[in-house]
């Protein structure tokens, strides 16, 4: 089946904008987690839901960033007044299982790039 | 302290010979391990996963776990230029959730 999908790939902002990134995670999968790597960096986590429960969000850097899923499948990573800290890439994960399952693989998307100017 | 350590590299290998990649954690509550690859531009893909000590074997690869020494590797047999890429290890840790820490990733290039 298809893959985690994002979009868009490549995003530039001006400071102070807001962005909004979209990622649509494989077909079935309970698990979504968004991560953030800088370069040269592993990537870092962000937060994770479980169908529409937003239950870890302790990775968002400030209160500029904010996530949803509300219907369980798609989610958006929303950030507010972009600062250029925030240039990174974007990547979202999907994962079959739920909290209480044992770790289940997680399948990342192409990611997004995004550059704030 | 990281979590999650590994060698930066770059490691170079000639064509045919085996690559090791090496990765220590420091939780002790560390309970399943993986390995991706990353293309340079292109996002972590799975390679394997291990959550028991010992070996385990797929293809060209095999995932070492040593718990009791905190450590996990991974071997690649029969290196390719195709397998010149950044290798990420990426821990999860028991009661912290399902998310994953990495490791800041091994550059490795095989020379043809």
């Known amino acids: 089946g298809a893959g985690v999908s994002q979009s868009p790939r490549y995003k530039v902002a001006k400071r102070g904008q807001d962005v909004a990134l979209r990622c649509d995670p494989i077909?079935?999968?309970?698990?979504l987690f968004w991560y953030q790597q800088a370069l040269g960096q592993g990537p870092e986590f962000l937060t994770y839901f479980q169908n529409e429960a937003q239950l870890d969000k302790s990775g968002l850097p400030s209160d500029r960033f904010f996530a949803e899923r509300p219907e369980g499948s798609v989610s958006t990573l929303k950030i507010q007044r972009t600062q250029q800290e925030d240039s990174a890439v974007y990547l979202c994960?999907?994962?079959?299982?739920?909290?209480?399952?044992?770790?289940?693989?997680?399948?990342f998307g192409p990611g997004t790039r995004l550059t704030v100017t | 302290q990281k979590e999650v350590e590994q060698n930066s590299g770059p490691l170079s290998v000639p064509e045919g010979a085996i690559a090791s990649l090496n990765c220590t954690y420091s939780d002790r509550g560390s309970q399943s391990f993986f390995w991706y690859r990353q293309y340079s531009g292109k996002s972590p893909e799975l390679i394997m996963s291990i959550y028991s000590n010992g070996d385990k074997e797929d293809g060209r690869f095999t995932a070492q776990l040593n718990k009791a020494s905190q450590y996990v590797s991974l071997l690649i047999r029969d290196s390719q230029p195709s397998d010149s890429a950044t290798y990420l290890c990426?821990?999860?840790?028991?009661?912290?959730?399902?998310?994953?820490?990495f490791g800041t990733g091994t550059s490795l290039t095989v020379i043809p």
């Open positions: 994960a999907s994962s079959l299982g739920g909290t209480g399952d044992f770790p289940y693989e997680q399948y």
């Open positions: 990426a821990v999860n840790i028991l009661n912290t959730g399902n998310q994953f820490y």
């Open positions: 077909s079935g999968h309970v698990s």
